[in-house]
């Protein structure tokens, strides 16, 4: 059974780099579904941030204004998130998901705050 | 980007009832050339990643119990509990992957009355 697990800092500066890293276990990032990011804030509830599949082809939320990449790596079956320039309204629940369809698969979610 | 209208925003049902959610779609999301409806449904306990629940609009994913049911197409649908349980207060959320941006609906907050 695929299993999801999220990891990275907790904490970033505004106007830092927000990095997260998915590590995909029990298959292989090499199947034929697309690894995705999504978070959850109180104020916008769930929000679908991008995803990747292991060519490399990724797609992104336009909302983010080009502020994101996801990028694969295949070596350590994981997949990862950076966030730049971010802000207060960037504090959210992280999750990577796979997407078969849709996200059938969630990891169990990471917080992360923006403050300094 | 297509804009998920859910309404209620909460509702409350006695234990053994029935609960009924609705999914308002801004534009069709039914793929004529597939078939099929791009819609699912998620639940979220607290603390807990959303679990998919239903997807294709009505086909239920493995080990999820046969009192959900989702119904609908092209921009209207539901999502129904019958025989309700303890175990569903929950959040509930629908979502479109007809097209990119996906996006997902504000969420109807399920308590038991």
């Known amino acids: 059974q695929v299993q999801l697990q999220e990891s990275g800092p907790r904490l970033v500066k505004p106007s830092g780099t927000l990095s997260l890293s998915c590590a995909v276990s029990g298959g292989s990032i090499s199947s034929s579904n697309w690894w995705s990011w999504v978070r959850q804030s109180p104020g916008k509830g769930l929000e679908w941030i991008g995803e990747i599949f292991h060519s490399g082809n990724s797609n992104y939320n336009p909302s983010l204004k080009g502020r994101v990449t996801i990028l694969v790596d295949k070596s350590k079956n994981q997949f990862s998130l950076k966030l730049t320039s971010v802000t207060a309204a960037d504090t959210a629940v992280y999750y990577c998901a796979r997407r078969f369809k849709t996200f059938d698969i969630w990891g169990q979610g990471t917080m992360v705050t923006v403050s300094s | ?113």
């Open chain 2, 1 to 113: 980007d297509i804009v998920l209208t859910q309404s209620p925003d909460s509702l409350a049902v006695s234990l053994g009832e029935r609960a009924t959610i609705n999914c308002k779609s801004s534009q069709s999301i039914f793929f004529s050339s597939t078939g099929f409806n791009y819609l699912a449904w998620f639940q979220q306990k607290p603390g807990q990643p959303p679990k998919l629940l239903i997807y294709w609009a009505s086909i239920r994913e493995s080990g999820v119990p046969d009192r959900f049911s989702g119904s609908g197409s092209e921009t209207d649908f539901t999502l129904t509990i019958n025989n309700l349980q303890a175990e569903d207060v929950a959040l509930y959320y629908c979502q479109q992957y007809y097209s990119s941006p996906f996006t997902f609906g504000q969420g109807t907050k399920l308590e038991i009355e």
